[in-house]
């Protein structure tokens, strides 16, 4: 596993930097790579299913923190958002993600908002980690609709 390898040697630096924030974010990646690891049902290990789902987690706090007004917590989990985000690809543009979306919808034939399964089920797989998957849904939407 080349991310574990990457994300070891990024928590000696940060350990060695004093890089608290950092440090935080990096264990957690590490940890969420152990578990999906040591899990009896996973065969396959996919890094960017991982970081793609740790980075949900932290947005799905970050929008119950600032509707709490808890702008001191939303902080910290923006701050592991950008420290996770550095491990994935580039993210794509709409112009592109619009043209991907737009042939895997005549690849796979889909003609309504009935086939948007069949075409989330390819697109995520295509652009897993390049695109988040509610821009992904959000795009089958408006060009199936």
């Known amino acids: ?20 924030d950092r440090l935080l974010a990096l264990r957690a990646v590490k940890s969420a790579i152990l578990l999906e690891e040591k899990d009896v049902n996973s065969n396959s290990i996919n890094e960017m299913q991982i970081l793609m789902k740790l980075i949900k987690q932290r947005k799905d706090s970050l929008s119950v923190y600032k509707e709490q007004n808890r702008l001191d917590l939303a902080e910290i989990e923006q701050k592991e ?9 580039e993210q794509m543009e709409d112009s592109e993600l619009e043209t991907r979306i737009e042939n895997i919808i005549k690849t796979v034939g889909a003609e309504s908002i009935k ?24 795009m089958i939407k408006e060009k199936l609709d």
């Open 1 to 20: 596993m080349e991310l574990k390898n990457t994300i070891d040697k990024q928590i000696k630096e940060s350990m060695l930097n004093k890089d608290k």
């Open 81 to 89: 958002i950008n420290i996770i985000q550095e491990f994935l690809p």
């Open 115 to 138: 086939d948007m399964g069949k075409v989330m089920g390819v697109a995520t797989k295509e652009l897993l980690g390049k695109v988040d998957n509610s821009r992904i849904a959000a």
